[in-house]
């Protein structure tokens, strides 16, 4: 198995690319261990005072891991305006975008309670989609790291993502907990949507019966098709693997068994700090660059402390408060819906410029 590719500078002079992304430690970091490491943490607070003892905040009752989970998934639904907003070659180029759809979703949510339900459904739903997309595009760049045509089996990688999330919610112990999100509409009197967990809750058992047999025979072919490929040189990117392996395991185990009843906790916290990395890997000169630092040798410490506090600031303020008002709510419905409306559409400029 090789770790590294040729390529050709302009000027002609052939370089090794790294199979990492920003490099191997940073990758193992950020990328690659924190499923492993969502677990462990899972199965370490499991029992403990904090996950289990209650207090008052805000006017509800919530436990400490609940509590620093909301701050931290917040925070890292936030960071999508470094991406979006501050970068100077993605901003000029879409401002309607960045700026009208943001305060048009917020309108709606403010004079509409359909607005509001359905965000608050999508939201949910979106978010499993988003994280599998996540995965996807990391094992993406491993691929073109390798060397390898990076448009090659893309289809099957994003089926793969896709089943190894999705699979394991509708069909596993958490399912209900997803689905009675529609419970909502009864707000707005749109009973026959709120039957939905019921219909699912019924027939649970039908739908892991089809996950397991058809997601079985995708794997199947999916390892059948790497493996041709494979032979034909395709050149097998290890760090690309690891992380869908480690992935698969974390979300079927979490998801479809949800052992310590930490899976929110597990699969949140690994998402979030993965996204972390990759905003900074991404964007860490931009940062520096509009906070005025970039002739200070401490610009790029600076700039991380910024950035971290900044966003953990605002997740602190969202989980607080968001209950609190139909204002905060509806700002923080819209920031969620943003950071996965602009982080698909970053990935696919960026894609584009490569």
């Given at each position: 198995m090789t770790t590294q590719s040729a390529t050709i500078s302009p000027e002609g002079v052939t370089r090794a690319r790294s199979a990492y992304i920003a490099g191997p430690v940073y990758d193992w970091v950020f990328f690659l261990l924190p499923p492993i490491a969502s677990v462990l943490?899972?199965?370490?607070?499991?029992?403990?005072?904090?996950?289990?003892?209650?207090?008052?905040?805000?006017?509800?009752?919530?436990?400490?891991?609940?509590?620093?989970?909301g701050v931290v998934v917040n925070a890292h639904l936030v960071a999508v305006f470094v991406r979006s907003h501050l970068n100077p070659d993605v901003f000029p180029r879409h401002r309607f975008r960045f700026l009208v759809v943001p305060i048009a979703a917020f309108a709606a949510m403010m004079t509409s309670m359909w607005a509001v339900v359905i965000t608050t459904v999508l939201v949910t739903f979106w978010d499993v989609y988003h994280s599998a997309l996540q995965t996807f595009g990391l094992g993406r760049i491993y691929e073109r790291n390798q060397g390898n045509d990076p448009t090659a089996l893309r289809g099957l990688d994003l089926g793969l993502n896709l089943l190894l999330y999705a699979g394991p919610i509708v069909s596993g112990a958490t399912m209900l907990t997803h689905f009675q999100r529609f419970e909502l509409f009864e707000d707005v009197g749109a009973l026959f949507l709120t039957e939905i967990p019921v219909v699912m809750a019924t027939h649970q058992r039908s739908v892991a019966l089809a996950v397991i047999l058809g997601g079985g025979l995708f794997l199947a072919y999916y390892v059948l098709a790497y493996v041709r490929l494979a032979r034909r040189g395709h050149a097998v990117s290890f760090p690309k693997v690891f992380l869908l392996v480690t992935t698969g395991i974390c979300s079927i185990w979490a998801w479809g068994w949800n052992p310590f009843g930490q899976a929110f906790l597990i699969m949140n916290l690994f998402h979030a700090v993965q996204y972390f990395g990759l905003v900074w890997w991404s964007e860490r000169r931009v940062l520096v660059e509009r906070l005025g630092l970039r002739r200070s040798r401490a610009g790029a410490p600076i700039a991380a402390a910024v950035f971290v506090s900044v966003t953990l600031a605002y997740g602190a303020l969202a989980e607080i408060t968001s209950d609190e008002s139909r204002a905060m709510w509806s700002l923080v419905q819209t920031v969620a819906l943003m950071h996965f409306f602009y982080d698909g559409f970053v990935w696919s400029v960026r894609k584009r410029q490569i």
């Open positions: 943490v899972g199965a370490l607070v499991s029992g403990t005072w904090i996950a289990d003892d209650r207090f008052w905040l805000a006017g509800k009752r919530v436990t400490w891991s609940a509590l620093l989970l």
